[in-house]
């Protein structure tokens, strides 16, 4: 099958979209997190999804995959709700009917709501008024389940993290506390960024790390939000409106002088200083571990996709200027801080591929590869057909110089090892637990 419009030379690709938007395809490669996921973080919560019962049918494996049915419940939309205009009555006897037949008092109720509230511009804050009236000791939040929004505004993704710290109330700042917020995984422990903060003697605070409601209301004690997600910053943003706790962004960068630059920025924000030479034996290790890797993986074919890590350019470039001879790149959108790095690409190694994970075409292309090939990412392992190939999404808190050594270490044992692609790609949410 011709594969113009789904696949395109780097040369002749477009920033920060080289693909024409339309009708969407998903792969198979699920390790990628929903909102189900992200809102299962907040402990002693539970979740309630008010749509319709085709809508349902996602969130609520997800749920069932992940062994976390006891915190999920629905409300099914009918077609008498939408003509009859008991849209209000139908989310608040529902959720209050759900509330009442739990076996448990949840802290919080994640209550998402779906495109036809908007359409029908139902009286949302009716309905969270009277709920939050009847259920005074439960802390209900708005969050939504809205496709429709992802080409316009906020996404739901967006949103999620914004909603995922929206019980947080005001409480004294601790000047030692630091939050770091916004991702779906926690930062690795071995990451130097969790061990300066150690060092200088702050305490860092994930919602990872939370084991009651009641640590993860404390969050509201930091007085600095660390974020290195971008889809964080309007969570960021609210946190600092409604708490007045300062933020810090910290690009994802595979870069050393930006990661360098983060580190100055994350000193200069928190008053402490480091040695000039600090991060010299830091670089000299990722260096060594690069170059490692490389001497082993020698010039097999490496393909990388942006689940991955949101910084996917940053990471492609940081393979080539170290050898590496990567082929393909899978990813529909750029970040916009990604350009240079593009550009960079484009000017040294323009014969790379750029391939679409979402075009229909994708489903029909030929996934075979001649020979041994190394993928980075799990749609680039679906697409390209190779069980040897690194299982991390999303990051996987790998940040930093320790980041690059751990994931220079998981390209090695990629490339040694083969992995079960099918069984691996299809269980849902990275890190979260499965019953497939």
């Known amino acids: 099958m011709d594969s113009s419009g789904a696949k395109v030379s780097i040369r002749e690709a477009n920033f920060p979209a080289p693909f024409q938007e339309g009708l969407e395809y998903s792969s198979p490669a699920r390790g990628t997190w929903n909102i189900v996921h992200t809102g299962m973080l907040i402990p002693e919560s539970h979740q309630i999804f008010v749509c319709a019962q085709g809508c349902l049918r996602g969130v609520v494996l997800t749920a069932a995959e992940m062994n976390a049915m006891g915190r999920y419940s629905a409300v099914a939309i009918r077609e008498e709700n939408v ?37 029908l511009a139902y009286d949302q804050k009716g309905v969270f008024r009277t709920l939050r009236k009847r259920f005074p000791d439960i802390r209900f939040l708005d969050c939504y389940m809205i496709p429709t929004l992802r080409k316009s505004g906020l996404t739901p993704d967006q949103k999620m993290r914004i909603q995922l710290y929206s019980a947080l109330e005001p409480m004294p700042q601790k000047l030692k506390k630091i939050s770091l917020i916004g991702s779906n995984l926690p930062v690795s422990a071995d990451s130097e960024l969790v061990k300066l903060l150690q060092e200088n003697g702050f305490e860092l605070v ?54 360098e630059e983060n580190y100055r920025n994350l000193c200069e924000a928190l008053q402490i200083s480091i040695p000039d030479d600090w991060s010299v034996g830091l670089r000299e290790k990722a260096e060594l571990s690069l170059k490692r890797a490389r001497d082993i993986i020698g010039d097999t ?79 680039a392992a679906y697409f390209t057909g190779t069980d040897h190939f690194v299982n ?45």
Not at 224 to 248: H, I, S, T, V, W
Not at 354 to 370: E, G, W
Request: hydrophobic fraction near 40%; charged fraction near 25%; charge should be negative.
């Open 301 to 379: 074919p490496i393909a990388v996709d942006y689940s991955f890590t949101f910084r996917i350019l940053s990471f492609t470039r940081m393979l080539l200027e170290h050898g590496f001879h990567v082929t393909e790149i899978y990813g529909d959108v750029f970040l916009p801080e990604e350009k240079e790095d593009f550009l960079w690409i484009q000017k040294h190694f323009p014969e790379i591929a750029v391939s679409s994970c979402i075009r229909p075409k994708m489903r029909y292309l030929n996934r075979k590869r001649d020979g041994k090939m190394l993928a980075v990412g799990q749609k």
């Open 206 to 259: 994930q919602l990872q790390d939370c084991q009651s409601f009641d640590d993860y209301l404390h969050m509201a004690e930091s007085s600095l939000n660390l974020f290195y997600e971008p889809l964080a910053l309007m969570a960021a943003k609210d946190l600092e409106k409604r708490l007045g706790q300062k933020y810090l962004y910290l690009t994802f960068s595979f870069c050393y002088e930006e990661l």
């Open 83 to 119: 003509l009859d205009g008991t849209m209000e009555e139908l989310m608040i006897e529902g959720v209050s009917d759900v509330l009442k037949k739990l076996s448990y008092r949840p802290k919080a109720v994640l209550l998402f709501i779906s495109c036809q509230h908007f359409f």
């Open 392 to 436: 991390v999404v999303e990051s996987g808190g790998l940040y930093g110089y320790e980041g690059i050594v751990q994931i220079a270490g998981l390209m090695e044992d990629a490339f040694l090892h083969t992995k079960d692609r099918k069984s691996i790609i299809q269980r849902k949410g990275y890190g979260c637990e499965s019953c497939i």
